[in-house]
């Protein structure tokens, strides 16, 4: 079922930096945005681990530079672009990207339809 | 080889800032050089990765650069030393330490062990009836300020591409027992200098996960590690599993995710084994690795709201 949440406005996001959400409300983030030439959004689901939270502390996705996703339960690295998995345990695989709706005023939301099924 | 556990693990990693201020806030005290000690000096180590110093890489996405030996004498270290050059270079270090690596290339140090013995901290004792160890009257067991900081180096668990070729090289080349194992998964094993359950458990994988999965510090009991694990999570740092109770070992266990590529864990209460012991075997699942699991939840409310009335997220 279509159920649109906002989440924030994107000026809140800095380049160079991510954000994880929790629009379903279920207690933890289950979709994170990274801002690097342009706004990149993905399941917080590794594709390595079912269901994994690639977080290591709230909002941590990035590697020291923000020029790489990692998931910080075994150190897997992912093109902010693509989603693709390039560097460990799931090479090939990639994450689920998450479609983002921005308004004229540049408020983000999504279709949290699409956060209901596990990866 | 009197091998008594870890002393220290040495990691390469990426943002060093994240790093120390994650292994601070976990509970290892900051002693200077990346170094971060347990209550008895054992220790993590981090440098950045790309430090020409550290011993090479296992190419994969795992920052853990060497595992260093506590050994009860230089005449261990010394033992080691004269095994392993027998097939594969052993490097002399400056203090009397060793390196070199093993089978699968992860590298290995060993010195005499830095361990200090800890004096006055006492295990967590309680009031179970029947039992003669008891908390003594008028001793509480908890309060909001109570101490739970890592006592010392648990243990490692390595992800590798061979486990039976790991087992039979800490085996016979430097003593290790297994006391348990996971059928086609891998062994717990403890060097013959200690009798915890394992200080190292490895886990069969794919080439490309080639690495660290965790490691783990002990605690002093259960409550210190649920309270320790609390006082993480408040603070914003992500749970993976736990906390919960190992089948094999009986552990207590707390799981974090963390930026040095590998999990980090908080543990307490592990079983101890000497020779008389037969190593059990079963298939690995969630069955045989925790006897009960726990998830932490923010809110609780007791009562909850009246009934019919709108419930928060979280809220059961
Ligand atoms: S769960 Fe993400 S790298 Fe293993």
């Known amino acids: ?119 | 080889m009197n091998i008594i556990g870890p002393d220290a693990l040495v990691f390469g990693v990426d943002d060093i800032a994240a790093c120390a201020q994650y292994l601070t806030e976990y509970g290892l005290q900051p002693v200077g050089g990346g170094r971060f000690e347990a209550l008895d000096g054992t220790a993590i180590v981090i440098a950045a990765k790309d430090d020409a110093t550290l011993p090479a890489g296992l190419g994969t996405a795992s920052m853990l650069r060497k595992t260093i030996y506590g050994c009860a004498d230089q005449a261990t270290v010394d033992a080691i030393a004269q095994e392993l050059r027998k097939d594969r270079d052993v490097k002399q270090l400056a203090d009397g330490a060793i390196e070199s690596v093993d089978d699968l290339g992860f590298a290995l140090g060993f010195q005499v062990t830095v361990r200090r013995k800890l004096l006055d901290l006492p295990g967590e004792l309680s009031n179970a009836p029947g039992s003669a160890a008891r908390r003594p009257v008028n001793s509480v067991a908890v309060d909001d300020g109570m101490a739970a900081k890592p006592r010392t180096l648990s243990h490692v668990v390595y992800f590798v591409p061979d486990a039976a070729k790991a087992e039979a090289f800490y085996a016979k080349r430097l003593g290790f027992i297994t006391t348990d194992r996971f059928t086609g998964a891998g062994p717990f094993m403890r060097p013959a200098g200690t009798e915890d359950h394992h200080t190292l458990f490895m886990i069969q994988t794919p080439p490309q996960m080639k690495g660290c999965e965790h490691f783990t510090f002990h605690l002093g009991g259960p409550t210190e590690v649920l309270l320790a694990g609390t006082r993480f999570v408040a603070k914003g740092y992500e749970s993976f599993w736990g906390p919960g109770r190992h089948r094999y070992g009986s552990n207590w266990f707390w799981y974090f995710n963390s930026p040095l590529g590998c999990h980090v864990e908080y543990d307490a209460d592990m079983d101890q084994h000497n020779d008389q012991w037969t190593a059990r075997e079963a298939a690995m699942g969630a069955d045989a690795s925790q006897l009960f699991l726990f998830q932490h939840r923010e809110k609780w409310a007791p009562g909850g709201p009246p009934p019919g009335a709108q419930r928060a997220p979280g809220d059961h």
């Open chain 1, 1 to 119: 079922m279509q159920e649109v949440i906002r989440l924030c406005h994107s000026g809140e996001i800095a380049e160079g930096s991510a954000r994880g959400f929790d629009p379903k409300g279920s207690g933890r983030d289950t979709m994170f945005v990274v801002r690097r030439d342009g706004l990149h959004a993905w399941r917080n689901a590794c594709p390595h681990w079912t269901g994994t939270s690639m977080a290591w502390r709230k909002d941590a996705y990035l590697n020291a530079d923000g020029s790489r996703i990692v998931c910080a339960a075994h150190g897997a690295q992912f093109d902010i672009w693509s989603g693709a998995c390039i560097l460990g345990p799931c090479i090939g695989e990639s994450l689920v990207r998450v479609t983002l709706i921005e308004s004229e005023e540049g408020t983000l939301s999504v279709d949290i339809s699409q956060l209901e099924t596990s990866t």
